[in-house]
């Protein structure tokens, strides 16, 4: 069963319980990783091939979800909110104007369909370390978090 099924079919006391452990629980679980003021919650989600991770913006800090280009698998496709091409491309739009931010209660999503690490960040917030990773596994039978 994927978790956001499981999340619908045991309703909202599920939301609840889950509020403090992805993001800040102000989408009641629906989404796989949220947005602290400066960290991705969680930091770290085994997904398998084909799946659509979800990012939502759950504080009031805006944010980008930017993979590291030269760290993602080769096959792999370049992955950042915005829907850059690059990492530099996605750093240069961001220094510019801000594009690319993902504000309140906005989202970002993409399909991962090769197997590998993908590590990314968010671009204001990266020196302070909000980063985190996206493994992508034959053995992750329902997505599954780690902090």
């Given at each position: ?24 629980g102000t989408a009641g679980g629906d989404y796989d990783v949220g947005m602290s003021a400066k960290a991705f919650r969680p930091t770290r989600i085994e ?101």
């Amino acid at each position: 069963m994927e978790r956001r099924d499981f999340l619908r079919a045991v309703g909202p006391a599920a939301g609840i319980g889950l509020a403090g452990c992805i993001g800040n629980g102000t989408a009641g679980g629906d989404y796989d990783v949220g947005m602290s003021a400066k960290a991705f919650r969680p930091t770290r989600i085994e997904v398998r091939p084909g799946t659509t991770v979800r990012w939502l913006n759950t504080s009031k800090q805006g944010h980008t979800v930017t993979a590291y280009g030269e760290q993602i698998p080769d096959e792999a496709e370049f992955f950042a909110s915005g829907d850059f091409d690059s990492e530099q491309a996605a750093r240069d739009a961001w220094g510019n104007a801000t594009e690319g931010t993902l504000f309140e209660g906005q989202e970002y999503t993409h399909t991962f369909e090769v197997l590998g690490t993908y590590p990314y960040f968010c671009i204001p917030h990266e020196r302070g370390g909000m980063v985190g990773t996206v493994v992508v596994t034959e053995d992750a039978a329902t997505p599954t978090a780690s902090e």
